[in-house]
Every structure is written in structure tokens, then in C-alpha cells.
């Protein structure tokens, strides 16, 4: 069988026909099964939903109890079969539940990576190479400039700026979900104990990932009522990036505008955000990163998608494995 039969991309996602499910669909469907959190992978309104345990707390906690017409919960590792296929997933390292999506059927298996990193997270498992004729993968930094720094050397930027501006308020923009979270792990790695401060968008999400036995430590609400004051100097707030733009940021004193993000690495991104303290962290792989994956599981195939699709399938045919993008649309960077 030829891998097209088992998954294929369609208008509203990655179908696989012999399952009648989708990967990651960007429309309503009536079987989805997501990879994990994000708004641009998991949405709102399909009539069945297979996702890990975590991943469907977080669509509830995002869109509420009503975001589907059922729910399964799958653990990472489970075996499963659906409509015929058969159907597993692993740990992807992106955030907390994701999962990368394996599908087989007559002798033929592919892996959707969804999104995935490499590098050690203290706040979710860590991928996991998974056998496949066809690799899927996601290539947001796909291309060979994109280099990623040590998370904790730039973890101790922050840390070393406010020892330097203790008068100052360093304001941090991060992803609700997941990136956020791993900021605050990240700085509790560093030994920093003291309150850390964040936007009430925040909350729900930094609650839920305590409740799964990650320690955030002290955490303050930066969120206060019209008649409240209070002091931030020497403090760390971390907020959503779309709260940088309205009243809230511009409450603290002589602040420090900081943002978590591997696209930190292009100086012009910074400077066009108003970042005087970029921090390259990403919760993507790197180039270096996207082609060690591959060299590793070797794949017969790899199908590129969401991102710097060329740079990576152009390598892989170097590399003599078979390549090609899927354009697929409606995925963006809310994890990044």
C-alpha cells in the first residue's frame, strides 16, 4: 500500500481514509484525533475527540466543556484501534499532554510529529523516536540559520539583567500554554524563589500544570483592580504577548520588555516587538535539531509541513531520502 492511502492531506487536515479520522483538523470534523493544546491544532467544535488525558483538560480548560460532542482519553505508549488502524502516541516534548501520532494499516506506518522539540523540559516528557516508513514533520525553523542557544544560559540573561536593574520591572511575554510554563520552571531551576508575577490569562493554565505535580513555586497575580497599586520593581511578570499591546503593561515601573521565543534569534523580530531583552527559547526544534531527528529515525519518506518547508525537504533529498512539503494550511506559531 502506498503511504497516500493510509494519510493524506486534505482541506480540513490529514485524513486518513481508511480510519475516517483526522490528524490536527482545521475545520470541524466528525473524528479528530489532536496532537495537543494549541489553538491552531486543537479547536473547538469536532463531534469526537482522541487526544492524551492532559491535552483534552487543556481544550476543556481553553473552550470550555462543551468543545465536543465526546472525548477519549489515550495514554502515551496505549495501543489503539480505530476503525481498522492501527493508532499510537508518544511523547512529542512540546508541551504538557503532547503527542506525536502514529497510524498503520497493511504494513505501512507514519508518524505525525505535530509539534516537537528535543531539548529537556521540566514541565512535559520528552520525544521519543518512533520506527516509521514516513515521517511527518513540522519545520518552523527549518532553515540552517536557526541555531538555539542553551535554555538555561538564557534563562540566566533574565536572571543576571535583574541582579544588574533591581529598580526595574522585567516583563516577560511568553505563550499561555506551555512556554510560560516552562519560563517559570526554567527560573526555578536557577534557583530564583522569590514570587514570580503573571497576567491572569495566565492562571488557569499555571493552575492546571501544578495540579499535575510540576512546581512552579510562588506564583502572584499581576492582574489587580482599578483602585490597587502595588510596587513590581525587582520582579519578574510574565504575560501572553497580545497583553504588551493594551493598558496592563504599561502599569510597571521603568520596565524591561523581555520576550521567550526562538524567533528571538532575528534581531529585526526583536526591534520590530520593542524587546530590550530577546530570550531565545523555543519550544521548536532548531535546524541542527529537525535533521538529527531524521538522521535518527530514517525514515523511507519525509513529508514537511508547517513551516520552512523547502530548506528541509531540499536536505533531505541530499541526504537521498525521499522528500516533499504538504502545504498545509491554518497551522501558525501560538507555541512559540
Known amino acids: 500500500m502506498k ?22 483538523p482545521v475545520q ?9 493544546g494549541h489553538s491552531d491544532h486543537a479547536r473547538a467544535g469536532h463531534g469526537h475527540v482522541l487526544a492524551t488525558r492532559e491535552t483534552l483538560d487543556i481544550m476543556r480548560i481553553r473552550y470550555g466543556d462543551d468543545f465536543c460532542g465526546t472525548s ?17 502516541f508518544h511523547p512529542a516534548g512540546h508541551v504538557l499532554g503532547s503527542a506525536q501520532i502514529s497510524v498503520r494499516a497493511n504494513g505501512v506506518r507514519i508518524v505525525a510529529s505535530g509539534d516537537y522539540k528535543r531539548r529537556r523540559d521540566p514541565t512535559c516528557a520528552g520525544f521519543e523516536p518512533v520506527a516509521c516508513d514516513v515521517f511527518i514533520t513540522e519545520a518552523t525553523f527549518g532553515l540552517p540559520v536557526f541555531h538555539h542557544p542553551d535554555d538555561r544560559a538564557e534563562t540566566r ?5 535583574l541582579a544588574q536593574f533591581p529598580e526595574r520591572t522585567h516583563v516577560v511575554g511568553a505563550y499561555a500554554l506551555g512556554k510560560a510554563q516552562r519560563v517559570i520552571a526554567l527560573l526555578r531551576e536557577e534557583e530564583y524563589h522569590q514570587p514570580i508575577f503573571i497576567h491572569g490569562a495566565l492562571q488557569r493554565l499555571c493552575d492546571y500544570y501544578q495540579s499535575q505535580g510540576i512546581d512552579l513555586g510562588a506564583l502572584r497575580p499581576a492582574t489587580l483592580a482599578a483602585d490597587e ?19 496592563w503593561s504599561r502599569r510597571f515601573s521603568d520596565p524591561i520588555a523581555s520576550f521567550a521565543s526562538g524567533w528571538m534569534l532575528i534581531r529585526q523580530r ?6 530590550e531583552l530577546p530570550l531565545i527559547i523555543s519550544d521548536h526544534c532548531d535546524w541542527a535539531e529537525l535533521t538529527a531527528t531524521i538522521t535518527e529515525i530514517a525514515p523511507a519518506e519525509v513529508w514537511v509541513t508547517h ?29 512559540e
Open 157 to 161: 540573561k533574565l536572571l543576571t539583567s
Open 229 to 247: 497599586k502595588q510596587d513590581f520593581k525587582g520582579t519578574i511578570v510574565i504575560g501572553p504577548p497580545a497583553a504588551f499591546a493594551d493598558r
Open 307 to 335: 513551516g520552512r518547508e523547502e530548506a528541509l525537504v531540499r536536505w533531505c533529498e541530499l541526504k537521498g531520502i525521499a522528500a516533499r512539503p504538504l502545504h498545509l494550511v491554518g497551522y501558525d506559531d501560538e507555541g
Open 3 to 24: 503511504p497516500d492511502a493510509l494519510l493524506y492531506p486534505a482541506p480540513k487536515g490529514l485524513y486518513c481514509p481508511i480510519g475516517d479520522f483526522y490528524i490536527d
Open 72 to 88: 477519549q482519553a489515550i495514554s502515551l505508549g496505549e495501543p489503539l484501534v480505530v476503525n481498522g488502524v492501527d493508532v499510537g
Open 28 to 36: 470541524p470534523v466528525e473524528r479528530a484525533l489532536i496532537t495537543h
Open 270 to 275: 526583536a526591534k520590530q516587538r520593542g524587546v
